[in-house]
């Protein structure tokens, strides 16, 4: 079973930035794709970015140029870099992991516990 530990997040005022971690246990770090999603309240989990095995990265509009999205092989880590964050940045994130290279959370097999991020205007 695989498992993804999250950290970080918190209240940040708007414009400001924030980085959270995604590590993994029983891991091989090699066989899967990571990815990070975000839920507002009330909304669908929707997606923000994506790394590949081999460090490709691909990223939703809405967070291009703000987010980045970084693995440390050694650390066995993913990190989420938010930067100019804004008030509609504000939801739960949640890392998730699988071979696919997808878009949709129904693609993702495995999910890190979720981690509060609100950001005020």
């Known amino acids: 079973q695989e498992q993804l530990i999250q950290s970080g997040g918190g209240l940040v005022q708007a414009g400001g930035s924030l980085r959270l971690s995604c590590a993994a246990s029983?891991?091989?770090?090699?066989?899967?794709?990571k990815a990070w999603f975000r839920q507002a309240p009330g909304k669908e989990r929707e997606f923000v970015g994506v790394?590949?095995?081999?460090?490709?990265?691909s990223y939703a509009d809405s967070v291009k140029g703000r987010f980045t999205i970084s693995r440390d092989n050694a650390e066995k880590t993913v990190y989420l870099q938010m930067s100019s964050l804004k008030p509609e940045d504000t939801g739960v994130y949640y890392c998730?992991?699988?071979?696919?290279?997808?878009?949709?959370?129904?693609?993702?097999?495995?999910w890190g516990q979720g981690t509060q991020v609100t950001v005020s205007s």
């Open positions: 998730a992991a699988d071979q696919s290279w997808s878009r949709s959370p129904d693609a993702y097999a495995y």
């Open positions: 029983e891991w091989t770090f090699s066989r899967y794709n």
């Open positions: 790394i590949s095995r081999s460090g490709t990265t």
